[in-house]
């Protein structure tokens, strides 16, 4: 069964950068995309990114210049890194495992990316 | 489009039935899966591939797609069912997931 753990600073500055790993235990670590979503306080998910195991990573792009996401397969990590980070970035950040599944119905391709496992959490607070 | 509507909140009596909604282009293309998110706990998955449930999530949850409409049962809801609710799909482009906004679910 596979788990996610996930840890990393939970209070920073503002202007410092934000630097979470996720490590996967159990499982296939290739095959998956592995996500990073955050919660601000009181509000809803927002995804950050995705990265497969080669290396190719995908970015929200209210955040992409910012964010840096990366992968350490020999340890089966994935890491998150925010910089310059401010007051709206304080936030519960989760990691999770993404698979893709596309089916063809109806005489069209669709797609399921399905969040199946998550880890634990990280509440992280940016203030002076 | 990249985003995702579902309404804020949603009430339902004791054991009677409910349906939450997601609306996006993109549902056309790119099926969703939905997540209970109870407080303080991270989001656990409820409907996954073509609206199969997980092991351990009860039958009387549901899912269905139409068009750019996606809907999540609960029929006769619970207690415990009392938590906030995700849709999550991907955008047009297929790049980027994106997740509805979350509903709210008070179970009276």
């Known amino acids: 069964q596979v788990q996610l753990q996930q840890w990393g600073a939970g209070l920073l500055k503002p202007s410092e950068t934000l630097s979470l790993t996720c490590a996967v235990n159990g499982g296939s670590f290739s095959g998956h995309y592995w996500s990073w979503i955050r919660q601000p306080p009181g509000k809803g998910l927002e995804w950050i990114g995705e990265i497969n195991h080669s290396g190719t990573a995908n970015y929200n792009p209210s955040l992409k210049s910012r964010v840096i996401i990366s992968v350490d397969t020999s340890k089966t990590q994935f890491s998150l890194k925010v910089n310059s980070v401010t007051a709206a970035d304080t936030a519960v950040y989760y990691c999770?495992?993404?698979?893709?599944?596309?089916?063809?119905?109806?005489?069209?391709?669709?797609?399921?990316?399905?969040?199946?496992?998550w880890g634990q959490g990280t509440a992280v607070t940016v203030s002076s | 489009s990249s985003e995702l509507t579902q309404d804020p909140a949603v009430s339902v009596a004791l054991g009677q039935t409910v349906k939450i909604k997601c609306q996006g282009d993109s549902l056309r293309t790119y099926y969703p899966t939905w997540y209970q998110q109870r407080p303080g706990q991270a989001p656990v998955l409820v409907i996954s591939v073509k609206n199969s449930r997980p092991s351990g999530i009860p039958d009387r949850f549901s899912g269905s797609s139409s068009g750019d409409t996606a809907s999540l049962t609960i029929t006769g809801a619970q207690v415990e069912d009392e938590a906030d609710y995700y849709c999550?799909?991907?955008?047009?482009?297929?790049?980027?997931?994106?997740f509805g906004g979350g509903t709210k679910l008070t179970v009276l």
């Open positions: 999550h799909s991907r955008d047009s482009s297929g790049d980027r997931s994106v």
């Open positions: 999770a495992r993404t698979f893709m599944i596309g089916f063809g119905e109806l005489l069209q391709i669709h797609y399921h990316y399905v969040m199946d496992v």
